[in-house]
């Protein structure tokens, strides 16, 4: 069966890193890549009779001309669509990685991606789209839906492309930390990096002996493993060691179990996603 690294491009400026970051992966993965522009579902313009019968030829005209603005704006959009997708193709080509295959539909973003939650086994997506500005502290809109609906590992993009060599894992001793530990264990997408396995909880014997075993099996997997056991507020002790330590690469589970689990379940997106400004990979 074939691996696919699935990349959601809009023809923003986030494009191209996250073109970077999916044809890296794609090859870590030996994967097939695959970009995906998304066009918006075209709604028709409509012009309501408010006066009497008499202007109903005068309506007819207007809404006739209507239709064929709506025409072809759907037919720019369906030709910018094709542009976007060949320019990003022609990118990724230029950086040494083979062709990818490349999809154009309508729809919503999120909808459209779960049609293909069969065929991705990793999606690519930037924080950011094209009608949202540069605000570090805002979020695209998109994201959430994304991270709610999907089941896929989900990797956003940020800022410019910088390929991983360190990455952290938030680990809680949580199920879903837990799966996410076995994810980079097993993953080629990690071989050869440096991880970073950090726990923020009170020192205890218990909390010591789940991050040892987590090291540890990192470690039998052959990778390079380091665990820390912090004390404090949950964001700011992992930004902290994030920027201390130059991690590349942020891996977090969706749901957890601790106070991390509260601190993602509910701002995941508002927080850590806005604040750490590195690409991260988001896992159920």
Not at 18 to 23: F, G, K
Not at 64 to 85: F, G, P, Q, T, V
Not at 218 to 244: H, I
Request: proline share 3%.
């Amino acid at each position: 069966m074939s691996t696919n690294v699935l990349a959601g491009i809009d023809g923003s400026k986030h494009t191209t890193c996250v073109c970077d970051y999916a044809a890296w992966a794609a090859q870590r993965l030996s994967a097939s890549l695959v970009l995906l522009n998304v066009l918006p579902k075209p709604e028709p313009t409509l012009l309501y009779n408010m006066g009497a019968a008499a202007s109903l030829n005068a309506q007819d005209k207007i809404q006739a001309e209507l239709a064929d603005l709506d025409k072809k704006r759907a037919e720019l959009a369906s030709e910018r669509s094709k542009l976007i997708l060949s320019q990003a193709s022609q990118h990724v080509q230029q950086a040494g990685y083979s062709a990818p295959r490349t999809i154009s539909r309508e729809g919503r973003l999120v909808d459209v991606l779960e049609q293909y939650d069969d065929y991705a086994d990793l999606v690519v997506l930037g924080r950011r789209g094209n009608n949202e500005d540069d605000n570090p502290e805002r979020l695209g809109g998109h994201v959430e839906q994304v991270i709610r609906t999907t089941d896929k590992p989900l990797l956003l993009t940020d800022g410019d492309y910088a390929q991983p060599k360190r990455i952290m894992i938030a680990f809680d001793g949580s199920d879903t930390t837990r799966k996410g530990l076995e994810y980079i264990a097993s993953s080629p997408l990690f071989t050869g990096l440096e991880c970073h396995v950090v726990m923020v909880a009170g020192a205890s014997e218990e909390k010591q002996t789940q991050l040892e075993a987590a090291r540890q099996r990192l470690e039998d997997a052959g990778l390079q493993a380091t665990a820390a056991l912090l004390q404090g507020e949950v964001k700011q002790n992992l930004l902290a060691y994030q920027e201390k330590q130059n991690i590349d690469l942020m891996v977090m589970g969706a749901y957890g179990h601790s106070r991390i689990r509260l601190w993602l379940l509910g701002s995941i997106t508002n927080l850590m996603l806005q604040e750490s400004h590195k690409p991260m990979l988001v896992l159920r």
